[in-house]
């Protein structure tokens, strides 16, 4: 089965990342660097990718960084057009990925806009 699909309205062509479906905890950059490769794949063509957090207990800030930072940082610099945006975060999980956001010196603009409150 895949992880990625489109699982919202018709009306968006966004494609949904549900990293729940690989698991609940989620603590290295090798594992974080796989799954990038997934989403960027997957997602080739899209502007935006879903990456939905549901039912994710715990994140490091090293997985963190290397998933959704290095997407944001690619973003931002307009080296890819694909925007991750995450959504279904824990408080934990929140915690974690603003503060790789603000470690890799990106906008509180686009932090606001890839992290939906």
Not at 3 to 24: D, F, H, K
């Amino acid at each position: 089965m895949t992880t990625l699909e489109n699982e919202i309205p018709q009306s968006s062509a966004s494609p949904r990342y549900v990293l729940g479906r690989q698991g609940q905890a989620f603590s290295t950059r090798a594992r974080a660097e796989q799954i990038r490769a997934e989403i960027e794949q997957r997602a080739a063509g899209a502007s935006d990718v879903l990456i939905d957090f549901e039912g994710v207990r715990s994140v490091s800030y090293s997985f963190a960084d290397e998933l959704v930072g290095i997407l944001a940082s690619r973003f931002e610099a307009r080296e890819s057009s694909l925007r991750p945006v995450v959504i279904g975060l824990s408080a934990q999980a929140q915690r974690v990925l603003l503060g790789s956001l603000e470690q890799r010196g990106l906008s509180d603009e686009l932090s606001h806009q890839l992290i939906p409150r």
